[in-house]
Nanobody, 125 residues
Framework: QVQLVESGGGLVQAGGSLRLSCVTSGRTFSMYAMGWFRQGPGKEREFVASISRSGATTTYADSVKGRFTISRDNTKNAVYLQMNSLKPEDTAVYYC??????????????????WGQGTQVTVSL
């Protein structure tokens, strides 16, 4: 069983930045593709970004491309989401997820095996 714990959420003004972290348990972190998803108020969960297990490949939703950066540190069992130029529409609960033993990136949330509990990001005007 893999446990994922997110941190770094909070309240920020539009145009500001936040860095989310997700630390995982277990010794097989480097085998997992990782992803970030979000669910805004009254909205369905949506894909934000994904990174391959080596970190060489990343994929982003169009809505965050150029503003958000996903990265990982396999020595620390951690994945990060650097969020810049935040907008009120980025307000959501952000979740990290792990897809086991997968080489690429994954945008389909149903393909992920493990999920964190989420961290709230609120962007004010």
């Amino acid at each position: 069983q893999v446990q994922l714990v997110e941190s770094g959420g909070g309240l920020v003004q539009a145009g500001g930045s936040l860095r989310l972290s997700c630390v995982t348990s277990g010794r097989t972190f480097s085998m997992y593709a990782m992803g970030w998803f979000r669910q805004g108020p009254g909205k369905e969960r949506e894909f934000v970004a994904s990174i391959s297990r080596s970190g060489a490949t990343t994929t982003y939703a169009d809505s965050v491309k150029g503003r958000f950066t996903i990265s990982r540190d396999n020595t620390k069992n951690a994945v990060y989401l650097q969020m810049n130029s935040l907008k009120p529409e980025d307000t959501a609960v952000y979740y990290c997820a792990a897809r086991g033993v997968f080489f690429g990136t994954e945008v389909d949330g149903t393909k992920y095996d493990y999920w964190g509990q989420g961290t709230q990001v609120t962007v004010s005007l």
